[in-house]
């Protein structure tokens, strides 16, 4: 969610100065797609083409060694679906074999392991009728409006909710001063395409060093969010919520945002044997200028791998691909140019 409560302009420079720097020698080139695993590939797909309007492109079976190394989930029978909204593009996987546990039914926006995607809307209250006739499972009350006195979002409109497996989603709508300039083009839909996905981080600085630093993403923007709206928003009492926003080098790409919960604080960490399989698992498709030497710089760092080496997967069109985890368990997927 993209709005940023005032802050003293001096503060707010100082902020982003110190996390603009960039000292990483791979460069993120693009978020090609955001990637869930889901228990009903079929349920799946038509809650996304119902409910947002996205269209499925393509279907595939994925029995492949390599990509069980790439996963770590072996023995594995993928059922694999791209669906796209705009130019933006998601991947829904059902494990057929080696099917694994279910999101927690208690999980919170501030649980680590939470990860959405932001789908842009022209018209909230329509796209949230939409939503109403599928009786979704919402997590905000309603669809919120920044208030005026937050001047740097004043008019954004955001609602929180929930898929058939329990991922959470959020719809955003950007009055006409606000957000990228794709999102006012007069397409006369109502659902557009994904702005952003945003991650649950723990240490801003430390998942800051991590995607900038050694991944090579861009810092555009940040503040902290606070007051009713964020609470009826995130269905959390006392929300006060530090974000960061980043992207990589492409103008075209999905952005990337951190939620550091500042209150509520001591969201439950993501625990270590999360696996592909699982349906909590959510990844990033990142593409990358040169694997060979981030692979390298990912080694130095320390960096927990789930694929033990770069390897080429025909199914996901990559020479080289590796799968990693983030400083709080959060998956990426590094594919070459």
């Known amino acids: 969610m993209k709005f940023i409560k005032h802050i003293p302009r001096t503060i707010a420079f100082a902020i982003l100065l110190s996390l603009s720097a960039s000292y990483a020698n791979a460069k ?20 996304y083409v119902q409910a947002m309007n996205f269209k499925k492109v393509s279907e595939q079976t994925i029995v492949n060694r390599d990509y069980d190394y790439l996963t770590g989930v072996f023995g594995s029978r993928v059922r694999s679906a791209e669906l796209q909204l705009g130019y933006e593009k998601i991947q829904l996987n059902q494990y057929l074999s080696a099917s694994g546990k279910p999101i927690p039914i208690d999980s919170r926006s501030y649980d680590l392991w939470f990860q ?20 979704v499972t919402g997590i905000s009350s309603a669809p919120q409006t920044i208030p005026i006195s937050n001047q740097g979002a004043a008019g954004i409109k955001a609602y929180k909710f929930k898929d058939p497996d329990g991922h959470p989603l959020e719809l955003i709508y950007f009055p006409d001063e606000k957000g990228r300039a ?10 557009l395409g994904i702005d952003h996905t945003a991650i649950t981080v723990s ?20 503040g902290v969010n606070s007051g009713e709206t964020q609470e009826q928003l995130d269905n ?52 990358v200028d040169d ?24 199914e996901l069109q990559c020479n080289q691909c590796l799968m990693v985890k983030d400083p709080d368990g959060h998956a990426v997927l590094l594919v070459d140019k």
Do not use: C
């Open 28 to 47: 993120a080139i693009d978020l090609k797609s955001i990637a869930m695993t889901v228990s009903d590939l079929d349920r799946s797909v038509a809650f």
């Open 116 to 135: 959405h995607f932001a789908v842009v809307v022209s018209d909230m209250d329509k796209a949230f009728a939409q939503l109403q006739r599928l009786s």
């Open 182 to 191: 794709k999102w006012h083009a007069n397409s006369g839909q109502v659902f």
């Open 203 to 222: 240490d801003t600085a430390r998942s800051t060093e991590f995607y900038r630093d050694v991944l090579g993403f861009k810092v555009s923007g940040g």
């Open 236 to 287: 959390a009492f006392g929300a006060v919520v530090r974000i960061t926003g980043l992207r990589p080098e492409s103008t075209k790409s999905v952005g990337l945002e951190f939620l550091q919960y500042l209150i509520p604080s001591g969201g439950r960490p993501a625990t270590i044997d999360v696996r592909a399989n699982d349906l909590q698992h959510v990844h990033i498709v990142l593409q």
């Open 291 to 314: 694997i060979k030497e981030l692979t390298e710089e990912l080694t130095k760092k320390n960096v927990v791998f789930i694929s033990p080496q770069a390897l080429p997967i025909k």
